[in-house]
């Protein structure tokens, strides 16, 4: 195992103090707890936007502390849901009494503890909801989750309810617009390597040099199927067909383009792949509102990519398009 690491009992830590550390203008650090805040938070006046979960998906979660979307973010240890103690600790530094809206991924472990969190809170007269993003349309059931998993589509999630929430939006509307995203929202991905979690020492699974996995999820459960490697092209389509069908796209239709990488992809690559992904949409007649390229849902260092692709509406793109201001995602 190679990696630019201390003890590895120690990486989630020492990664969060160095977040701290890079961007105290944005955020800082509950202190005794894994859970980063809005540098000038709680914000009066608006509902409170937490997500998290474990860490590895860097730059998710506290990459998108900031104006326009999170008001905090609770890491977990790598690839591990945080505790409800946790949890808790972020939805009190975030709550200003407008209300708490809890983005949670559909993994087993996070749903549990995130509800058990919101019960603390209620208990102490903090109002807590959430949406559940379930984006993934490879695999129905996996290692982690019954029903689809939630993967990088969380990212429109986190944008276009964090706009509403800045907007000043009641916590019942912006689990609305949440909800909306969630319906609108899909996504598939593939990988050229396995990942290691530092206290494991060794990857979670072996590819051959010229393999490749399609359909797995974010922590390195299984995919629908291993095949040899392909061109960008053949990858592309297999990926865009799977979503464009489940989604139902139609000519006309307008949508919002996530070409994400999994944390050991060259963005040469993420960019040949958005390529072909811009000519078969195209070729359906479906109008691209927006393309976002980059990593923001990653896998340690996992090389692959995932697209998301989001279907929208003149109230999705107006809250899409509205500003931001974090460490990993900016729109003026």
């Known amino acids: 195992m190679k990696k630019i690491i201390n003890n590895p009992e120690n990486v989630v830590n020492e990664m969060l103090e160095g977040i701290v550390k890079a961007h105290p203008e944005y955020v800082k650090r509950v202190e005794g707890f894994d859970v980063l805040v809005r540098a000038e938070g709680p914000v009066k006046g608006k509902v409170a936007l937490i997500s998290g979960g474990g860490s590895g998906h860097e730059p998710s979660h506290a990459g998108f502390v900031g104006k326009g979307m999170l008001d905090a973010a609770v890491a977990g240890e790598v690839f591990?849901?945080?505790t409800?103690?946790?949890?808790?600790?972020g939805i009190k530094a975030a709550d200003s009494g407008k209300g708490v809206l809890m983005v949670v991924k559909n993994y087993t472990g996070d749903i549990m503890n995130f509800e058990m969190a919101?019960?603390?809170a209620d208990a102490e007269g903090i109002k807590v909801d959430s949406i559940i993003v379930n984006d993934d349309v490879a695999v129905e059931d996996s290692t982690w989750t019954t029903g689809r998993r939630?993967?990088?589509?969380?990212?429109?999630?986190?944008?276009?309810?964090?706009?509403?929430?800045?907007?000043?939006?009641?916590?019942?509307?912006?689990?609305?617009i949440s909800e909306k995203v969630v319906k609108s929202v899909r996504t598939m991905g593939m990988s050229l390597t396995s990942c290691t979690v530092?206290?494991?020492?060794?990857?979670?699974?072996?590819?051959?040099?010229?393999?490749?996995?399609?359909?797995?999820?974010?922590?390195?459960?299984?995919?629908?199927?291993?095949?040899?490697?392909k061109s960008a092209l053949e990858i592309t389509k297999e990926l865009m067909d799977k979503i464009s069908a489940d989604i139902n796209l139609k000519e006309k239709d307008e949508v919002a383009v996530l070409i994400n990488g999994l944390g050991g992809t060259p963005l040469m690559e993420l960019y040949i792949?958005?390529?072909e992904a811009d000519k078969l949409?195209?070729?359906r007649g479906?109008?691209?509102?927006?393309?976002?390229?980059?990593?923001?849902?990653?896998?340690?260092?996992?090389a692959g990519y995932s697209i998301s692709l989001l279907l929208l509406d003149a109230e999705l793109k107006e809250l899409l398009d509205y500003k931001a201001d974090t460490p990993a995602f900016k729109q003026a």
Do not use: C, W
Request: hydrophobic residues 40%; without cysteine.
């Open 281 to 283: 949409l195209k070729e």
């Open 198 to 229: 530092p206290a494991a020492g060794q990857p979670g699974f072996v590819l051959a040099d010229d393999e490749m996995e399609v359909g797995l999820g974010i922590h390195g459960e299984p995919g629908t199927h291993r095949t040899k490697i």
């Open 84 to 89: 409800p103690t946790q949890v808790f600790e």
């Open 286 to 302: 479906i109008i691209t509102h927006k393309t976002i390229i980059g990593n923001y849902m990653t896998a340690l260092e996992m």
């Open 80 to 82: 591990t849901s945080p």
């Open 118 to 120: 919101a019960e603390l």
């Open 150 to 176: 939630g993967v990088a589509g969380t990212i429109f999630v986190h944008k276009i309810a964090g706009a509403a929430a800045e907007k000043g939006l009641s916590l019942q509307e912006v689990k609305r």
């Open 273 to 275: 792949a958005n390529n």
